[in-house]
């Protein structure tokens, strides 16, 4: 039959995971908060690939014998009614995030933030040029001219991840970036050109605003 008590993952009131199940709730209690503390998010992800904005939460749940929040506060300060769907009564329930994933068109890899930095970010000491070209993100390479392409959800995405780069390059001393999230033509026109002749990424695909 399983555990009674599950700490579940929802977005936008739909179940999509469970990350924990315990027999008591003191136990619960404990995965549950553990599992809260332990969330932290370098670039979350905001948005589905259909454009619907994220609405992660951590919940925990038991069986109706016991008793269940009626309410709780959101973001905002509001004060939601709780109504469970299931056979189930609803003991905890916070906000979560989850870690954007994106891919390196290059080589059709797919990285998080935390892996982004140790392939593409701090594994030497080239100047980089990071620009967001419509829902793209484009790294430079100052000493060498090759170029990395990731490809994000939308503009504000890329744009989004720009500025991320942008803070953690502040926040460690790292003085090797130049960063362009709103790049002019003339500066575009000759990265669409290295990329077509070098890479075959075309400027018809570089120019799409959202890639799915």
Known sequence: MGSPYKILLYNRGKRVSVLGEAVTYI??????????????????KMC??????TDYELVLIGPKSGTSMKHFRNEIGALVKVVPKGDFVIKKINPYCVEEIFKHKNTNTKHTFKTFVKNF???NDNTRVVLSINNKL??????NDDLDVFVLKNR??????????????????LGNFIFFNDPTIDTIRPIYDALEERYGISREWMSRVSTR
């Not at 589905?48 to 904005?53: A, H, R, S, T, Y």
């Not at 484009?138 to 000493?143: A, T």
Request: aromatic letters at 16%; one cysteine or more.
């Open 138 to 143: 484009v790294i430079q390479y100052f000493e």
């Open 121 to 123: 970010l701090v594994n």
């Open 48 to 53: 589905n690939w259909l454009g619907k904005e």
């Open 156 to 173: 504000e995405d890329s744009q989004r991840l720009n500025e991320t780069i942008k803070n953690f390059s502040y926040a460690n001393g």
């Open 27 to 44: 136990d619960a209690v404990k995965v549950y908060n553990d599992t809260l503390k332990s969330n932290k998010c370098f670039f979350p």
